[in-house]
């Protein structure tokens, strides 16, 4: 028989394995490990769930203007209306965008201000989303946008022979002209998407609120699987809810003002640090800080990383923890080995953690 300083001995070595320490330090210190990695590879992540989530993704989709492409429009044709001065078509346009934040108005007002054209007296300013913006320039109501614009204020659109974003502008009830913008694809997007298909992304969809024909040759050169084109704001919400019914996990990319709905709705909603409006790097769970698409698939490798050193802490400190309960149970395991199957497992997960970081 046994005395009770044994069985009191067995008893303190049970109690001393079965703390949890071990097992509830590694899933944080996990994340923040992983968390700490994406940093260093320019990418915030902004909690441990959004790193779980991350590895769940099957799905990508991204905005076109300053996410795939540059962003950063040039004007590539001014094409006045009938009895209308480039002149007067001009001093519209940089009064209009002055105020916008959209990088196609930024073009516009560097392209008038470069022909020395500045901006007028501008009062009421109203931003359309999707469609362009609405101002008093010298008291008189005027707007620039694209034809869903010139649609809604009754004006028949006319036919533009270049490729390219177009902005209609329109002032006091008469159609002045157009210009043409056009965006260039940022270098590393065809790679970017490839990576992903290699991460294992299922699908890639682009979601803009450009023109078809614009849309839809940008799509082709980067190689996404499908593209919806000339949506609203509230649209480019609906594809991300029509894609979360069918996926596992989505990763909504945008960068704009119109784009941060999208993103709090995403499982993962993923903002460009650099061209990215303040708002939606604000409503983004991660951050990419250089723009680059390419980090969008290293994210997900980190992610990946991330939750088999979790998971490799788990099972050790379960394991070990198992083992020795076992062995103090029928007298083999000693006091030490209890102490190492606490402390000791739990020192081992927090480095195992670390190594993610190195
Ligand atoms: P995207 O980022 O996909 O272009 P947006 O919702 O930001 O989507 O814009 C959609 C469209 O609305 C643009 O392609 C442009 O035609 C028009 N638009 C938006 N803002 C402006 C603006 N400030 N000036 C002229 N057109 C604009
Ligand atoms: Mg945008």
């Known amino acids: 028989g046994m005395n009770f300083g044994e069985w009191l001995y067995r008893a303190s070595i049970f109690l001393v394995v079965s703390c949890p320490c071990a097992l509830v330090i590694s899933v944080p210190l996990g994340y923040f490990g992983g968390i700490g990695k994406a940093s260093k590879f320019g990418i915030l992540v902004k909690g441990g769930n959004y790193m779980e989530a991350l590895t769940k993704v099957d799905t990508v989709l991204l905005d076109k203007t300053g996410t795939i492409t540059e962003g950063k429009f040039s004007v590539s044709n001014v094409q006045p209306a009938e009895g209308v001065s480039e002149a007067e078509l001009l001093d519209f346009a940089i009064s209009l965008e002055s105020l916008s934040n959209h990088p196609i108005a930024k073009s516009i007002v560097k392209y008038a201000s470069q022909k020395n054209f500045s ?75 490839k990576r992903l298909k290699a991460a294992g992304i299922k699908e890639i969809i682009m979601l803009t609120g450009d023109k078809k024909e614009v849309g839809e040759a940008v799509a082709k050169a980067v190689g996404v699987d499908k593209a919806y084109t000339e949506l609203l704001p509230h649209e480019k919400v609906e594809q991300i809810e029509a894609a979360k019914q069918k996926a596992k996990g989505v990763i909504f990319v945008g960068d704009g003002l119109n784009d941060a709905p999208a993103l709090v709705l995403a499982d993962v909603g993923v903002a460009m640090g650099g061209m990215g409006a303040d708002l939606s790097i604000e409503a983004a769970d991660v951050v990419i800080m250089n723009d680059d698409l390419v980090k969008l698939s290293e994210a997900i490798g980190i992610a990946r990383g991330t939750q088999r050193i979790i998971v490799q802490n788990i099972v050790f400190a379960l394991g070990v923890k198992a083992v020795v309960l076992l062995l103090g149970a029928i007298g083999i395991a000693t006091m030490w080995e209890a102490v190492f199957a606490d402390v000791g497992v739990a020192l081992l997960a927090i480095m195992n953690s670390m190594r993610n970081n190195a």
């Open 119 to 193: 901006v007028k007296n501008i009062l009421v300013y109203e931003e359309i989303a999707g469609k362009g913006v609405k101002g008093m320039v010298n008291d008189i109501v005027a707007y620039a946008g694209n034809d869903k614009l010139l649609k809604d204020l009754g004006i028949s659109i006319p036919e533009v022979p270049q490729i390219g974003s177009v902005v209609f502008v329109v002032a006091g009830g008469k159609y002045l002209g157009y210009l043409v913008v056009s965006d260039t694809i940022k270098e590393s997007s065809v790679e970017a998407m």
